[in-house]
Structures are given as structure tokens and as C-alpha cells.
């Protein structure tokens, strides 16, 4: 494809074809990081500074992760993580700009978003454009910070006030009571709460495949597989990645869905949910492209039209979590993995079972 043919189908710029361009270099280098001239690592800061919060650039983003690779010259991680950069800051301005040393649940959002950003403002950091932002420094200190305080895992509100505008109530204050048991709860875990990991060596239909994968990828053929799954499947979830036709589904639960992929979670790790059998097949097929054509960059010849198959058609619309999860159970494609909430709330309740009522005071003023 040519620029103008990308520019046509993305929406983005020519500058900003021009900065992506110069982001692959960076990404694709071992460190050091690669010499960049003066003119193009301003570029480069502008480009950062202007993705801060811009869901148009997302949206841009969005439509050149349809494109193939090898069309555009960009890869996965650039947009994956630009992405990442665009949407996670979409109300940090405004958070940055609001002096309280009150926490308010939209504040607890936004922290929780800027702590998950931290990782990806690495790769920047390295190439030291950071420091050429006071803006950019601002972020990443923020992000830091964020991280530091733990809002990537979730939020320790035992001993704070947290404000709930609540309309019927004119904006009461709740206050929680510091002699109550100190208990970490993060509801989209526990709502999410049922957690498998896929066995991507039981998706492979022969021992040929494995041996191309050994041969081809090295003994640590199988980590990078799931490595490169967990990556994927962390960035498809937007229903458009999926496909259209699966909008209403995806988007019921689009919220829950973005914090849950937003954090750090073991690789080929995927939850129990309505659209877990659609955002699987997706991540199963966008791994064999990619797969296809790192083999094909070495050199290797007749290439299996797939190489990790699921044992369900990809043709369904809809799938009940139920009936996949059984699916794959049969082929042993799968490990149930113990969900952190319902360990919690078993140990919470064991340990209160017998407790009376004066051990809990009461929520009067």
C-alpha cells in the first residue's frame, strides 16, 4: 500500500504516518536505542503530546491495526501501545486539574488507568522522549505514582472516604468505618471472577507443526506462543477488532472488560464471560497470521493454511461461555484457574463465620 492509500483508509496524517514510521524504528531496536535526529525526536514529543486523551487518534489507531503488516510497515505493538496512550489519559487532564485530597470513584478510574500505563510509557522512556516533555514527565510521573500507590491491582479503601454523588441524595458523603475488617475488593474481579487458561499445544493438530515451531522458533517455542497470545488477546477489546456483526455482544460488558484486560494477568489467561468464546477465536486467529508471517520472514516454505486450530466454527455468532469452556475441556485445550476474588471472600467468610454482631459496629453516625 502506498501512504496516500493508508492515509485514505486510517484518517491519519501525513505527519502522523511520518512519527508511527519513526515509533517502529524504536520498538523493533535493542538498546541503546537507536540515533534519532533532533527534527524527527521533536516530531516524535509533538506526536506524544497530541495522542494524550485523543480518541479521534484512537479511533485512526484502530483502523490501521486492520491493516496488515506488511501493507503498512507498523506493527502490533506500536498501535497496541499508542493506544493504550490515548485511552488511559482520556481524563487525566482533568484529574490533573482538580485539587482535592479527597478520593472520588471517578478519581479511582483514572488513577487505575494511569497505574496500567506505566509499562507502556517505557519503551518511550528508553528512547528518552520523556524527558524532553514537561508534559510527558508530568504523565509518567503520574502514571508512577499511580502504580506506587497500587491502583493496578485495585484499591485499599479501609482506612479512607471515598464521595459518591448520588442525586437522590444531594452528594451525601459515605464514610467507611475504620474498625471494620481491611478488605481489598475489586467488583470487575469479582464479576469476572471465573478465570482458564488455554493450553495453545493441545490447539495444535499435529506433531509436524510442533516440530516447525521447535525448529523455526527454538525450544521456548511454546512461552513465546503464549506470550504472544496474552499480548493480543489484552488488545482485542474493542468490538470492532472482532467485527461488527458482534457489536451489541461485545459492548454489554465493555467497561468491566477493558479493566480487566488493562491489567497484568498470566499469559493465555482469558475470563469467563459472555463474549469469551468471540474475543478467543479472534486472538486464535490473528496468532496464525501473525505466526504465518514471522515464518514466512525465515524463509520457511509450504506453511499450513493454520496452524492452532479451535475445535468450535468460527463461523457461530454467539456462544455460550458454558458450552465453550465444555468444548475445550474435552480436548484438555484448558485450565481452570482459581479467580483471586473467590479466594478472598471464602477466607472472609471463614473468617467471620461466628462472629457476632457486637464485633461489627454500627454504620450510624
Known amino acids: 500500500m502506498t501512504k496516500e492509500e493508508i492515509m485514505q483508509g486510517t484518517g491519519l ?137 497500587g491502583f493496578a491491582k485495585g484499591v485499599d479503601i479501609s482506612s479512607q472516604v471515598i464521595f459518591f454523588e448520588i442525586k437522590a441524595t444531594k452528594g451525601e458523603h459515605m464514610f467507611l468505618h475504620k474498625p471494620y475488617q481491611k478488605d481489598d475488593f475489586v467488583l470487575s474481579e469479582f464479576l469476572y471472577n471465573d478465570e482458564y487458561k488455554i493450553r495453545l499445544d493441545k490447539l495444535i493438530e499435529n506433531d509436524a507443526i510442533k516440530s516447525l515451531f521447535k525448529k523455526n522458533l527454538g525450544d521456548d517455542w511454546l512461552p513465546q506462543l503464549e506470550k504472544k497470545f496474552a499480548i493480543i488477546q489484552r488488545t482485542i477489546h474493542d468490538a470492532q477488532l472482532i467485527g461488527p456483526i458482534h457489536h451489541g455482544l461485545i459492548h ?21 464471560s459472555p463474549f469469551i468464546g468471540l474475543c478467543t477465536m479472534a486472538t486464535i486467529k490473528e496468532l496464525n497470521e501473525q505466526l504465518r508471517r514471522e515464518l514466512k520472514d525465515k524463509g520457511v516454505k509450504d506453511i499450513p493454511s493454520t496452524l492452532l486450530q479451535l475445535p468450535i466454527s468460527d463461523k457461530l455468532e454467539a456462544l455460550a461461555p458454558e458450552h465453550f469452556i465444555d468444548v475445550l475441556d474435552k ?4 485450565e481452570r484457574i482459581p479467580g483471586q476474588a473467590t479466594v478472598t471472600m471464602k477466607e472472609r467468610l471463614s473468617d467471620t463465620k461466628g462472629e457476632g454482631d457486637e464485633d461489627h459496629p454500627s454504620n450510624q453516625p
Request: aromatic share 4%; hydrophobic share 40%; proline share 3%.
Open 13 to 149: 496524517s501525513e505527519a502522523d504516518l511520518k512519527a508511527l514510521f519513526l515509533f517502529e524504528k524504536l520498538v523493533q531496536k535493542s538498546k541503546p536505542a537507536p540515533n534519532i535526529m533532533e527534527e524527527d525526536k521533536k516530531n516524535l514529543v509533538s506526536f506524544l503530546e497530541k495522542s494524550i486523551g485523543n480518541m479521534d487518534l484512537n479511533k485512526q489507531l484502530l483502523e490501521l491495526g486492520k491493516l496488515d503488516e506488511q501493507d503498512t510497515g507498523i506493527g502490533f505493538l506500536v498501535i497496541h501501545t499508542l493506544r493504550n496512550l490515548t485511552f488511559k489519559t482520556r481524563h487525566w487532564h482533568s484529574a490533573s486539574a482538580e485539587k482535592s485530597s479527597q478520593t472520588t470513584l471517578p478519581q479511582v478510574g483514572i488513577r487505575s488507568d494511569l497505574a496500567t500505563l506505566a509499562r507502556d510509557l517505557e519503551v518511550f522512556e528508553d528512547s528518552g522522549l520523556i524527558k524532553q516533555s514537561p508534559l510527558l514527565t508530568q504523565l509518567e510521573g503520574d502514571a508512577h505514582k499511580a502504580l506506587k500507590e
Open 252 to 272: 454489554q460488558n465493555a467497561e468491566a472488560q477493558e479493566q480487566f484486560l488493562a491489567e497484568d494477568k498470566s499469559p493465555a489467561t482469558l475470563i469467563c
Open 331 to 334: 480436548c484438555h485445550a484448558i
